[in-house]
Nanobody
């Protein structure tokens, strides 16, 4: 049973920074791909960043150069460092895992953590 628990959300002024964490427990394969997604009120969920088992990362154009995704394997924790935050970054942020490693089929999701930039 895989469980993902996000933390680190909160309120910040534009231009500020926040760091999100996702605690990973359970039996994910070594080839798993991890990702951060977000959903703002009235909008569809969108991908923010992914990182595969080789450490390759991808980012949405809207966050490139501002957000950094990383995976601490020793602590089984997925991280998202968010800098230069903008009001449009306001959303519920979700951690997700794709146990097949394709970064295309995320079957495990956390409950989300709110980020508000204003």
């Amino acid at each position: 049973h895989v469980q993902l628990v996000e933390s680190g959300g909160g309120s910040v002024q534009p231009g500020g920074s926040l760091g999100l964490s996702c605690s990973i427990t359970g039996s994910l394969t070594g080839r798993s791909c991890m990702g951060w997604f977000r959903q703002a009120p009235g909008k569809e969920r969108e991908g923010v960043a992914t990182i595969d088992s080789d450490g390759n990362s991808t980012y949405a154009d809207s966050v490139k150069g501002r957000f950094t995704i990383s995976l601490d394997n020793d602590k089984n924790t997925l991280l998202l460092q968010m800098n230069s935050l903008k009001p449009e970054d306001t959303a519920m942020y979700y951690c997700a895992a794709d146990s097949r490693g394709s970064c295309e089929s995320f079957g495990y999701w956390g409950q989300g953590t709110q980020v508000t930039v204003s």
